[in-house]
Each structure stands twice: as structure tokens, then as C-alpha cells.
């Protein structure tokens, strides 16, 4: 069975905090992705990876870090958290080439800037 | 722009009812679709997936249907039940076969009534 586990379920932090949320997956999959998800606004791609080391920004890449030192880990940073980064953040990840297949999420974290 | 969307933003349901929840897509070079079912507080999680060499594939309770003339999505669910009740998004690949992330509709919001 597919997994992708996220470190925190809830995250309450304050303005200006580095935040580090944490994503691993063990299906051995080439290519994760961090998104952000408000209402009214969808999924929105923030980074993506495809390979360790190899990171690519996405559409809302403003505020936002990523690190893949390892394969099966994916990592966001909020560099200095402010409050419109209040959101729910759901990390996915699928593997690569012509039959790649479903991306499969974790089951999100919410965080809460104040 | 977002190429993939739903052509309502919420249905209500009866519980026993057959529901169709439809997609319009827009980029014809997309050869792979998926459906999307996501409860509350929690991470999408992967239904239904149809690639484009078919027109029609059926899992348990679910039926996915793809007419690429008009280019358009729908997932049939039969027998529907309070537990079927979220929002469900499709996904497309815009064509692109390196695995990399989808585009995501919006999503509609299931309502089932007992």
C-alpha cells in the first residue's frame, strides 16, 4: 500500500519562525511536490523535485524552500513565516517517465501563523 | 491559466442516488486523467484513473468516462452513500510525459443525504 507521511498533522507558529514541514514516501518515486490548498483557490504547486539534490519552483514559489538530500525525503521551509502563509499543506509525491501513474498525497499539514 | 475544471461547484445527493460529478479540460495534448476524492481535514486520496486510448473504465462503485472529443471528464458513482460525501477534483497531465505534477481542477463539493 502507497504511503507518503507528513511530520505534523497541526503547526501552530509565529511571524517571523523558520517553519520546516517534512514529507517521506516509500514507494520509491522520482518526483515529489510540495502544494498549498485554500478555499476558493485550489491546489496551487509551490515547489517540485524529480531527482535528489534537483528542485524546480512551481507557481507560488514566493516565501518557500525546499530541500531532497535523500530520495524519500522532501522538505519545505518557510524561511520567516508571516501570516498568509496560513494554509493547509499537502506533499505528493509519483514516479517518473510515460507511465507514470497517480501522484499520491499525504495527509496534509495545517498551519496556523499568528 | 487553469486547464482543468468542474462544471459545478457543489451537488446534493440522496443517498441511494447515482451521482455524476463532470470535468471540462482543456488541453487535448492530455493522455492521462485521474479522479480525486478528498475529505475533510484530510489529504486527496486517488479514486479512478483512465488513460486516454480509453473511453470508459469502472472500479468498485465508480465509473470514470472520457470523451475526447468535447474533451470532457465525468465520475459516475453508484448507490451513493453519506461516506462518498467530499469534494472530488480531476487531474490531467497537460500531455507532459516526464511524471511531473498534474493540473487540478477546482473540485466539486458532494453533499449525501440519508
Known amino acids: 500500500d502507497v504511503k507518503v507521511t507528513q511530520s505534523s498533522r497541526y503547526l501552530v507558529k509565529r511571524t517571523g519562525e523558520k517553519v520546516f514541514l517534512e514529507c517521506v514516501q516509500d514507494?520509491?518515486?522520482?518526483?515529489m511536490f510540495w502544494y498549498r490548498q485554500d478555499p476558493g483557490l485550489g491546489l496551487r504547486l509551490i515547489y517540485f523535485s524529480y531527482d535528489v539534490k534537483m528542485k524546480e519552483k512551481g507557481d507560488i514559489p514566493e516565501g518557500y524552500s525546499v530541500s531532497r538530500e535523500k530520495k524519500e525525503r522532501f522538505s519545505l521551509i518557510l524561511e520567516s513565516a508571516s501570516t498568509n502563509q496560513t494554509s493547509m499543506y499537502l506533499c505528493?509525491?509519483?514516479?517518473?517517465?510515460?507511465?507514470?501513474?497517480?501522484?499520491?498525497f499525504g495527509p496534509g499539514t495545517r498551519l496556523l501563523v499568528l | 491559466g487553469e486547464s482543468v475544471g468542474l462544471h459545478l461547484p457543489t451537488l446534493s445527493v440522496q443517498e441511494g442516488d447515482n451521482s455524476i460529478i463532470n470535468c471540462a479540460y482543456s488541453n487535448s495534448a492530455s493522455d492521462y486523467f485521474i479522479w480525486y476524492k478528498q475529505e475533510s481535514g484530510k489529504g486527496p486520496q486517488f479514486i479512478i484513473d483512465i488513460r486516454s486510448n480509453m473511453d470508459k473504465r469502472q472500479g468498485q462503485r465508480v465509473t470514470v468516462l472520457l470523451n475526447k472529443t468535447v474533451k470532457h471528464l465525468s465520475l459516475q458513482i453508484a448507490a451513493t452513500q453519506p461516506g462518498d460525501s467530499a469534494v472530488y477534483f480531476c487531474?490531467?497531465?497537460?500531455?507532459?510525459?516526464?511524471?511531473?505534477?498534474?493540473?487540478f481542477g477546482k473540485g466539486t463539493t458532494l453533499s449525501v443525504s440519508s
Open positions: 487531474a490531467e497531465n497537460g500531455g507532459n510525459q516526464a511524471g511531473t505534477a498534474l493540473i
Open positions: 505528493a509525491s509519483r514516479k517518473t517517465g510515460p507511465t507514470a501513474g497517480a501522484q499520491y
Open positions: 514507494m520509491d518515486h522520482e518526483n
